[in-house]
């Protein structure tokens, strides 16, 4: 315990550093497990199954949440074949060159060899990816959609990679898992019967860990990408999105490990930190092939941008790679180091870069030659707010109750925005005045000034970080409207009031207000009736 105490300690202090420095904890837990392996603490063996843990959790929430038309789109199948390809040649070229710079240990290596690394530096982090995405509320943005789907991709091309290197196929009792789809259906009504509780969180780790990794790694398959079907399977049950909730802090804790466990690999040296710069330095590359191929895709430069920066990081997949062709004696052990380092650093890189926030990518999109609007994708055509008074921004429990509430009792001509495509075509089907936006956008903003009956915005996403980021694009705007904000948190609650938010609310002070108020109103009428002044009351 001692061990673990000591491993608690630096990282919660490195993380809580990287705060301080105004940067996500994760470089923290990154400098964390450097720093432990350094002052040769002592190994937990634990810490890897924590880490792999964390991993199968995230991709069963991710299916929890995925929509898998979004991978038929040619934004994603498309571009993620092309973007590997142009990675390996690209890739392979500038270590060639580098080869012949005299970088000692890309000297004598192969065609192979360099193809290989090459290979490894295409993918993207699906961990990181997700967690910057959910700290930002933006999952279900359509740049997040877009950059899942390409991770989904992604984790299908490395089955097949897996699959080829292992030198046997897979069990052929992986033909019995076409069965996952009628037990999933018997699931679905078992956890219909579960509640809210502690079963329900209980429920979902034994579906992903159970028929999902364990089911798939025993046929042969890769046991995380089971984990991603069963959410998949599951995705349809009408308690999806809270099962996903209430696993977050599970899968965020369990993460840590993840990101300790990257530094746990080995200690750098000058010559591998040289090499592993030089890999990060082709990072502003991958992201700007994955821009112009997006762009080309007919999304908006600011959807390619988002989506770019969102994918310009090595993944910890590459890792795997690189151990295959350690095995296959293609690669010396040293590149084990050389790609942890390198996957560490660029965590780094775009953690700095994706917390600039979303108006550094607008400033950048600015420059980009103007594109036709009428050619682009549906979602990405400007919205008119037409003749609404008030905007609602993030449709889900508390927007839509705000919705309902100012249109049945105030009369107020509202409009709903949310960018949940397939919320918004619900709605609008339930005769809701909606559309498909994201509000972190600040075309969006200015799309929405062309109406000048708009002089309320109420912010009810239910992320405190989405809502500043579109406080921020708002304002920037020139929008001079009231604002109104809701909040999970009397800290968030402040934030806003000292940012000119002209009303912001806690969502749970407010349920306590609405049992109150129905309360009341139920008991008025058992109210004493006061005597008349000319004589005592009398009675019936």
């Known amino acids: 315990m001692t061990v673990v105490a000591i491993y608690l300690v630096i990282t919660f202090g490195l ?59 040619r934004e994603v199948w498309l571009t993620t074949s092309v973007h ?9 070229v500038a270590m060639w060159l580098g080869a012949l710079a005299g970088v000692a240990m890309l000297s004598g290596q192969s065609v192979q060899t360099i193809a290989l690394l090459a290979f ?35 984790d299908i091309v490395a089955v097949v990679f897996l699959t080829a290197t292992s030198g046997h196929l897979p069990s052929p009792w992986a033909l019995t898992l076409v069965l996952l789809w009628p037990l999933t259906r018997v699931a679905r009504k078992i956890w219909s019967r579960l509640g809210h509780g502690e079963m329900q969180s209980l429920f979902g780790i034994v579906m992903a860990l159970v028929p999902g990794y364990a089911l798939f790694s025993a046929v042969g398959l890769k046991g995380d990408l089971g984990a991603l079907i069963i959410g998949v399977l599951l995705a349809s049950h009408a308690a999806s999105s809270e099962l996903s909730r209430s696993l977050f802090h599970i899968k965020e804790l369990l993460l840590v490990g993840f990101f300790v466990s990257i530094g746990l690999t080995g200690l750098p040296d000058l010559p591998t930190i040289g090499v592993a710069l030089l890999m990060v330095l082709l990072l502003p590359f ?15 430069h600011r959807t390619a941008l988002l989506a770019g920066l969102g994918l310009m990081n090595y993944s910890e997949f590459g890792l795997i790679v690189v151990s295959v062709g350690v095995s296959a004696g293609l690669l010396a052990e040293a590149w084990l180091v050389e790609m942890s380092i390198a996957v ?40 008119d707010a037409g003749d609404a008074e008030v905007v609602v921004i993030g449709m889900g429990r508390v927007g839509f109750a705000a919705y309902q509430r100012m249109t049945e009792h105030y009369g107020l001509r509202v409009i709903g925005v949310d960018y949940d495509g397939p919320r918004v075509q619900r709605l609008a089907e339930d005769g ?5 936006g994201d509000a972190t956008d600040l075309d969006f903003w200015h799309q929405l000034r062309h109406s000048e009956s708009v002089r309320i915005a109420v912010l009810a996403m239910p992320r405190h970080g989405a809502n500043v980021t579109a406080l921020a694009c708002l304002r920037e705007s020139g929008f001079d409207g009231r604002v109104a904000a809701v909040a999970r948190y009397d800290d968030e609650v402040q934030w806003a009031k000292d940012h000119g938010v002209d009303i912001a609310f806690n969502v749970y002070a407010g349920a306590g207000l609405e049992l109150a108020d129905q309360v009341s109103d139920d008991e008025a009428p058992r109210a004493p009736v006061e005597p008349a002044e000319d004589g005592p009351a009398t009675g019936p």
């Open 84 to 92: 590997m390809l142009v990675s390996v040649v690209f890739g392979g």
């Open 286 to 300: 991958k992201a700007g092939w994955y821009v112009l191929l997006l762009s080309r895709m007919r999304l908006r």
């Open 432 to 436: 809701l005045n909606v559309i498909e």
């Open 15 to 73: 993380g809580g550093l990287a705060m301080a420095l105004r940067l996500p904890p994760l470089v923290g837990f990154l400098a964390a497990g450097f720093v432990i392996n350094a002052l040769n603490v002592g190994d937990v063996p634990q810490l890897d199954v924590l880490a792999d843990l964390g991993v199968t959790l995230l991709l069963f929430a991710i299916g929890l949440k995925l929509d898998v038309r979004i991978l038929l789109r």
């Open 120 to 154: 490894a530096l295409s993918f993207s982090s699906t961990v990181f990816v997700v967690k910057v995405l959910e700290e930002r509320g933006e999952s279900h943005a359509l740049y997040g959609r877009v950059a899942i789907g390409i991770l989904v991709m992604q």
């Open 344 to 383: 560490a650093m660029s965590f780094v890189l775009a953690a700095l870069v994706n917390g600039r926030g979303h108006l550094m990518v607008e400033k950048i999109a600015a420059r980009l030659p103007d594109q036709d609007e009428s050619a682009l994708v549906p979602e990405e055509r400007p919205a």
